[in-house]
């Protein structure tokens, strides 16, 4: 089945700054990545997502970039906000049939204001 | 967009006793989805509830442990069985989006906590 890996597990950055929160998945059946983002207690919301024929997607300050050769997927957020700070997951799935997305492990986002 | 209704949104329960989960969705749909989220950890698919047929369980999951029903398109329970601590996490149920749309939508969330 898919695996999902993400890092960094926790990263915190100065209001303004850029980060980044990078991805790899295992399954070259997977063709759908989306970003979850997930303040505390409460459920994933989506934020950005992407497709296997598109090697980059933006949308304001947040980008989502995808390499399909190398499995691997990145997210983008400019200039950095604190209400930005939340638990940031990306996903895997097929975009036919089950469509149950793998999630990878999380990122935990500071932005220090 | 789907619109979810999942409750309860948190309960306390003693060891050995079961809860039942449940969702409404706001639209029929073939397939609905149950996850798992142990604190400060990532979602885990539990299986997936098709509607008239078995629930499909992932590796670590078993039918005992974790009855599913469905008996209609907008509707499926998720029990937790003879719970123990380590059960103590929070069950999310989640559909996919339909047609073109791959956007996956989420209940709120049923945050359980066995003492």
């Known amino acids: 089945g898919e695996n999902v890996e993400q890092h960094p597990s926790t990263l915190s950055v100065q209001e303004g700054d850029s980060a980044v929160i990078k991805c790899t998945y295992s399954?070259?059946?997977?063709?759908?990545f989306p970003w979850y983002k997930q303040e505390l207690g409460k459920r994933p919301q989506l934020i950005i997502d992407?497709?296997?024929?598109?090697g980059e997607k933006k949308d304001q300050r947040i980008a989502v970039t995808l390499n399909k050769t190398a499995k691997h997927f990145s997210l983008h957020i400019t200039e950095t906000q604190p209400e930005d700070s939340a638990v940031y997951f990306c996903?895997?799935?097929?975009?036919?049939?089950?469509?149950?997305?793998?999630f990878g492990s999380g990122t935990r986002l500071q932005v220090q204001p | 967009s789907a619109v979810i209704s999942q409750k309860p949104s948190r309960d306390i329960c003693q060891r050995g006793t079961s809860l039942t989960i449940q969702c409404q969705v706001d639209?029929?749909?073939?397939?609905m989805f149950w996850y798992r989220q142990q604190p400060g950890q990532s979602l885990t698919l539990i299986a997936t509830?098709?509607?008239?047929?078995?629930?499909?369980?992932e590796s670590g999951f078993v039918i005992d442990k974790f009855p599913i029903s469905r008996p209609n398109l907008t509707f499926s329970t998720l029990t937790v069985s003879n719970m123990s601590p380590e059960d103590s996490s929070i069950y999310l149920c989640?559909?996919?989006?339909?047609?073109?749309?791959?956007?996956?939508?989420f209940g709120q969330g049923t945050r359980l906590t066995v003492v």
């Open positions: 989640s559909v996919p989006g339909g047609g073109s749309n791959t956007e996956a939508f």
């Open positions: 399954d070259s059946a997977s063709n759908y």
């Open positions: 992407i497709r296997s024929n598109v």
């Open positions: 996903a895997a799935s097929p975009d036919t049939g089950r469509r149950a997305l793998t």
């Open positions: 639209s029929q749909v073939t397939m």
């Open positions: 509830a098709n509607q008239g047929s078995e629930a499909t369980y």
